[in-house]
T-cell receptor
């Protein structure tokens, strides 16, 4: 089962709200990723977790806070976001952190910040 | 120069046509290469990895030319359902950080 699930599918939040995005995979993958994608642009990497430890943070503002509670779950906590943070947030996973490991994406959470 | 470059298109082709996309990359140390397709408002889906010897999966053929630093995707007998944006993805060096091209839009028409 090559499936990555994400909840919620859509999220609308105000700039003062706190919300969380959730991602889950049951493929036994040990690397998980958060990407941000704006309209008509390719995905941009935000964070990488490898074996439940944060291995890459692409200089993402602190209003985005990732968390990896266990090897199957990845969360992205959101606080005090700006309207320009509105985008599709994609989670992905891969078997390991080697370059040949293919990454599989979840369906994404479409976030609108008012 | 961008790390990964693609012609954005759109490529408008009739059903049944053969269409080819190229993608160039700037880092000669790049090790892994992939093609993903992305439908409008959906997530990227892995189409195929690209191996040094080239590889084929049904109507799709991917080639890698390390000397010229480009990869290609050939789609034969295009179907309406092939309409999507095709993303060239490179991993420049070791690790697992994907670098995406801007994507090439394909529209297959009746």
């Amino acid at each position: 089962d090559t499936e990555v699930t994400q909840t919620p599918k859509h999220l609308v939040m105000g700039m003062t709200n706190k919300k969380s995005l959730k991602c889950e995979q049951h493929m036994g993958h040990r690397a998980m990723y958060w990407y941000k994608q704006k309209a008509k642009k390719p995905p941009e990497l935000m964070f990488v977790y490898s074996y439940e430890k944060l291995s890459i943070n692409e200089s993402v503002p602190s209003r985005f806070s990732p968390e990896c509670p266990n090897s199957s779950l990845l969360n992205l906590h959101l606080h005090a976001l700006q309207p320009e943070d509105s985008a599709l947030y994609l989670c992905a996973s891969s078997q390991g952190q080697d370059s040949y490991n293919e990454q599989f994406f979840g369906p994404g959470t479409r976030l609108t910040v008012l | 120069r961008k790390e990964v470059e693609q012609d954005p298109g759109p490529f408008n082709v009739p059903e049944g046509a053969t269409v080819a996309f190229n993608c160039t990359y700037s880092n000669s140390a790049s090790q892994s290469f992939f093609w993903y397709r992305q439908d409008c408002r959906k997530e990227p889906k892995l189409l195929m990895s690209v191996y040094s010897s080239g590889n084929e999966d049904g109507r799709f053929t991917a080639q890698l030319n390390r000397a010229s630093q480009y990869i290609s995707l050939l789609i034969r007998d295009s179907k309406l359902s092939d309409s999507a944006t095709y993303l060239c993805v490179v991993i420049p060096g070791g690790g697992n950080k994907l670098t995406f091209g801007t994507g090439t839009q394909l529209k297959v028409e009746l």
